[in-house]
């Protein structure tokens, strides 16, 4: 395996709302051209650990480094040309179109009082054909449904051409259907393109599926980080997520599925 | 179902043809509006002659007109009257859009974070000081009370609003409810004390442009329209904040900066407003959201359409009832009177057209 850039270093991170503490003690790093997936049970801090990628919010204690620099030492426009967040939730109230919401991806990259260049055009397009919402591009967002909203704001994401995507539970409100459509162009964005991924994922086979790392969050502490084959365990399932479940590989394909025992 | 979404403009690649038309429309209406307005009342002037006296005024020439009074007529008494409404109007309308984008609330409005109940209590404070002989002259105190009121409010508003660090809209809203509530009582007890002559207050309250001079249209305007233009500077940010803070934020947008600047910016233009003119409502609701109805959301058009909109409509409700009306009514209930049926026809066209 070759050596790949390291992205993200993060040292003895430690998070609190007010007095409650909300992430403990976290390090891992992030490599290049890694599709990463951050699993854990609701309240585990992870939508929590994505707003400190993105700096929105800041560490109470500890370090995150982006390529060798302090993340803080970033403006917010360098940031936004480097990292894009895929939120949980998307609410808008005004009538922008589809089209205009894809277009605010590319804010960071057209000065104030300019308009936009051809290649920021080119971008929208793409990741609104990308998106399959190309049709829907002359429509107010306001008159969407929550699947199709989430794919505009996707496209929006993509359409701002950065090296790292962080979704968090993006995929939450899609159907089958758009769920694997965008992961399978996520993924080939990854694997051919050299894109770093770091995904929020309640629906582990999802993970199983697409990710090669999972980092597993268990009670604001990191409780695996493993390549994706050898982490989902009987055992990690049990401890986590307290359900009983079997892992079954399957011969023709690397990627191990869970099989939950409902009863 | 096939819905036919007529928006005449999209952000960002619009070539720059439409919402420039349109607001080069919107400002030869309003031209149209303050020559037209100029001449109406109580001594017809037609439109040539008003045209005639202003040109010969900015040149510095004596105006060779008909009557001889008609150059005072037109240059001191109508001339700041109209030039105040309209600047009042187009600042409460701006004022109106930037709260109603920074809020993330369409139904926003200027005095949305109690700045009208603030300037309203410091006019009455002025009114009763002067009412018990202490504060002369009423004309001077009364609109810098009103102003020094409207600013503690704002401070007196974030301040209650500050523990919440990201100024969310709904703690923000919330503090100019209860600030409001409790100058509302005080308003209250000022009236009960002015006993007797309680009734300027009340007229004060509901807004009125008669007797301004060209230092109202002086003091307005230099708030108004660098206010307008430091508005218009944050335009595409105030565009890209609709996504919510949190994205705007990870899209380089510095929200809650951004956020402070632009309501202490609004809240200046809605306090230099109410102090020259009184409360008069309605018209920063209803500009907005009547011209992003037409214009689409995109702050950077809306905000300088909003201005040259709110100028005309209110310049033009101040002519019906210094021209047209047999006796003058307050403009803030002409305008509430005109606009509130206005807004519900509108509102309730596009209610229809959405779910048919």
């Keep these: 395996m070759t050596l790949r850039e390291r992205l993200f270093s993060i ?27 951050l699993i854990g049970a609701n309240g585990s801090g992870k939508s929590t650990l994505l707003e400190l990628l993105m700096a929105t919010l800041s560490p109470l204690s500890g370090s995150i480094t982006y390529k060798k620099k302090q ?4 403006s917010r426009q360098e940031l936004a040309c480097r990292l894009a967040l895929v939120p949980q939730h998307f609410s808008m109230d005004f009538e922008y179109l589809v089209r205009d919401v894809v277009l605010m991806g590319r804010h960071p990259h057209i000065p104030r009082f300019s308009s936009p260049a051809p290649h920021d055009i080119k971008a929208v397009d793409t990741a609104m054909e990308t998106m399959d919402i190309s049709h829907l591009q002359n429509r107010p967002v306001i008159a969407l449904s929550g699947g199709e909203l989430q794919r505009v704001v996707m496209a929006r994401a993509l359409a701002q051409e950065t090296e790292v995507l962080i979704l968090d539970e993006a995929t939450s409100n899609l159907d089958i259907q758009h769920t694997i459509a965008i992961m399978k162009v996520i993924r080939r964005r990854v694997s051919e393109k050299g894109l770093t991924v770091i995904a929020a994922i309640h629906d582990l086979n999802l993970a199983a599926a697409f990710c090669d790392d999972c980092l597993v969050l268990k009670e604001r502490r990191i409780y695996a980080n493993a390549p994706v084959k050898n982490i989902f365990t009987s055992q990690l399932l049990r401890d986590v997520f307290s359900v009983d479940a079997e892992i079954h590989c399957t011969t023709e394909d690397r990627h191990p599925q869970i099989q939950y025992n409902y009863l | ?35 037209a307005a100029t001449g109406m009342g109580f001594l017809k002037i037609s439109p040539a002659e008003v045209i005639q006296i202003l040109w010969s005024r900015l040149l510095g020439e004596q105006a060779q007109a008909i009557n001889p009074t008609f150059p ?26 930037v709260f109603q984008a920074i809020l993330l609330n369409p139904l926003a409005d200027p005095y949305t ?9 410091g006019a009455s404070l002025a009114i009763i000081l002067s009412i018990f002989g202490i504060m002369i002259p009423a004309w001077l105190s009364i609109p810098i009370f009103a102003f020094i009121g409207a600013m503690a409010t704002l401070v007196g508003v974030f301040s209650l609003a500050s523990s919440d660090n990201r100024l969310s809209s709904n703690t923000l809203i919330l503090s100019g409810v209860i600030i409001a509530a409790i100058l509302s009582a005080g308003i209250g007890f000022i009236k009960y004390l002015a006993d007797e002559q309680v009734s300027i207050i009340i007229f004060w309250l509901m807004g ?21 233009f430091f508005t218009l500077y944050f335009a595409r940010d105030l565009n890209i904040m609709a996504l919510g803070e949190r994205t705007a934020n990870t899209l380089g947008v510095d929200s809650s900066r951004v956020k402070k600047t632009l309501l202490v910016a609004a809240s200046l233009i809605t306090a230099i407003c109410v102090s020259v003119s009184g409360i008069i409502g309605f018209v920063g609701l209803i500009i907005p959201h009547l011209l992003r109805m037409i214009l689409g959301p995109d702050n950077r058009i809306l905000l300088p359409a909003c201005f040259l909109g709110g100028a005309t409509l209110l310049l033009g409700a101040d002519t019906i009832t210094r021209a047209w009306l047999p006796s003058e009514i307050p403009i803030g209930v002409l305008t509430s009177l005109i606009g509130g049926p206005f807004f519900c026809y509108i509102f309730r066209k596009k209610q229809l057209a959405l779910t048919s």
């Design chain 1, 11 to 37: 040292q003895d991170l430690c998070f609190s709302y007010r007095s409650t503490p909300v992430l403990e003690d976290i390090s891992f790093e992030l490599h290049r051209g890694k599709f990463y997936g």
């Design chain 1, 71 to 74: 993340l803080d030492h970033y």
């Design chain 2, 1 to 35: 179902m096939s819905l036919k979404w007529t928006h005449p403009i999209q952000l960002y690649e619009m070539t720059a043809t439409k919402p420039l038309l349109s607001l080069f429309l919107l400002s030869i209406i309003l031209c149209a509006a303050i020559i």
């Design chain 2, 72 to 97: 005072f007529v037109v240059m001191e008494v109508r001339l700041p009257r109209i030039l105040t409404a309209a600047l009042v109007g187009g600042g409460l309308a701006v004022a109106g859009a």
């Design chain 2, 113 to 121: 974070l109690g700045i009208s109940s603030g300037a309203a209590f």
């Design chain 2, 208 to 228: 009125s442009f008669v007797g301004r001079t060209w230092v109202d249209v002086l003091s307005t305007a230099l708030v108004v329209i660098p206010g307008l």
